[in-house]
């Protein structure tokens, strides 16, 4: 009896190049639903390369984004129990206002005010941030920059303070009071403000400016009741840029020097 013969499958090199297709479409194939949100993941990927694109070819836009056009030194007070300083605007944004207090020509000398009280004079409602120099008594301490929050004018020792108003002391030479605004944006504004002496009877008068970084935009002195008024056109600022408004005692002496100020800095094209 014959050995059965033994059989053996040729492959050929056009059937094995099939095999080896369709193990690979195999591996790479995915379920229906898999395959979908492939296709959604990448639509996603491929709009947010766009809007990256887009922000970097149009500089500023996030800028443009910033809340608020118009901001007032007054109307921007934050008053307790929501102080803080630096403290941030109506709008919103973060660390716009500071409070502060140096050597006016030296802004590396400037700190912030440590300390508030909402009984400045003894009057509820005068609200203050101020420095550790007691001038009178314990309710008033220098340097300081306060808002009238009474409703209504007050004239604690003789000083003629309107409600809704700020109200700033300077101390000596190294005490001058500065208000600082930091851009929250970058482009172009207009400074208008005002500053009048609270009690111009009396004392030598302080002197004013008002600062784009270190450079002085306007600057004046008050001797009497008449007051100076300011209007800075267009400055260019970047973000994180600040403007300062100081006021500072002349010569040293501080006697008298409580000043009454306004600072309006407005966004224009």
């Not at 947010?48 to 970097?56: E, G, K, P």
């Not at 590396?108 to 909402?118: A, G, I, K, Q, V």
């Not at 003894?122 to 929050?149: C, F, M, T």
């Not at 840029?241 to 800095?265: E, H, N, Q, W």
């Amino acid at each position: 009896m014959l050995p059965a013969r033994r059989t053996r499958n040729v492959v050929t090199p056009q059937a094995s190049k099939r095999d080896d297709d369709i193990q690979a479409s195999r591996r790479l194939a995915l379920p229906r639903d898999g395959a979908a949100c492939m296709r959604k993941c990448l639509r996603w990927v491929a709009v947010m390369v766009a809007l990256v694109l887009i922000a970097s070819l149009v500089p500023g836009q996030a800028e443009a984004r910033t809340k608020g056009k118009n901001w007032d030194l007054a109307k921007d007070f934050q008053t307790a129990p929501s102080q803080s300083n630096p403290s941030s605007d109506r709008y919103g944004n973060q660390r716009v206002w500071s409070y502060l207090a140096g050597t006016a020509n030296d802004r590396r000398s400037y700190r912030l005010l440590p300390d508030f009280t909402t009984e400045k004079l003894h009057v509820s409602g005068l609200q203050s941030w101020w420095g550790s120099y007691q001038s009178i008594d314990e309710a008033d301490r220098l340097p300081a920059v306060g808002i009238n929050k009474t409703g209504q004018t007050v004239h604690p020792y003789g000083l003629d303070w309107p409600s809704n108003q700020v109200l700033v002391h300077p101390l000596g030479e190294d005490g001058a009071v500065v208000m600082a605004w930091r851009s929250p944006f970058t482009g172009r504004v207009r400074i208008t403000g005002r500053a009048e002496l609270s009690a111009p009877t009396c004392g030598n008068g302080v002197r004013w400016s008002v600062r784009d970084g270190s450079r002085v935009v306007r600057k004046g002195r008050l001797e009497d009741d008449d007051g100076d008024t300011w209007k800075v056109s267009r400055r260019h600022v970047k973000k994180g840029d600040k403007i300062y408004l100081v006021v500072d005692s002349t010569d040293g002496d501080f006697a008298c020097d409580s000043t009454l100020v306004r600072l309006k800095i407005r966004r224009v094209k």
